[in-house]
């Protein structure tokens, strides 16, 4: 019958330790406090919310003419709800293999907020 050393039997332990607070430490983290979601208890409106969410993160690009080879302007309320229903601007927003914008996804509270708006119905006020 095989025996293991004392010194193998601790480095299988602190392997498991290493190993399960690896494991802990990576299930429960989270990027930020910002990607936390959060939901909006009022209607979100496109001038108060969505608005500000496109000017930093999209009109970079998505301006009024467009830049950087972007297919299409995301300024005003219309192009911006026009896109949601005929080109899956949701989609591409939440997309993990190509996400708009290209540097990566926005932030998870910001993801809901825009389908929130969506959902009520793309709310201008």
């Not at 591409?92 to 907020?113: D, F, Q």
């Amino acid at each position: 019958m095989y025996q293991m050393s004392t010194k193998t039997i601790k480095n299988i332990i602190r392997n498991g330790f290493c190993l399960l607070g690896s494991f802990i430490l990576f299930s429960c983290v989270n990027d930020s406090e910002e990607d936390l979601v959060s939901v909006s208890n009022g209607p979100v409106t496109f001038q108060a919310t969505i608005r500000p969410i496109f000017e930093n993160a999209c009109n970079e690009c998505h301006s009024n003419p467009p830049r950087n080879s972007a297919p299409q302007p995301l300024v005003t309320l219309e192009e911006i709800r026009s896109n949601v229903e005929n080109r899956d601007l949701l989609g591409r927003i939440n997309s993990l293999s190509n996400p708009m914008p290209p540097a990566g996804l926005l932030p998870e509270n910001t993801r809901a907020l825009i389908q929130q708006w969506v959902d009520e119905g793309f709310v201008n006020q």
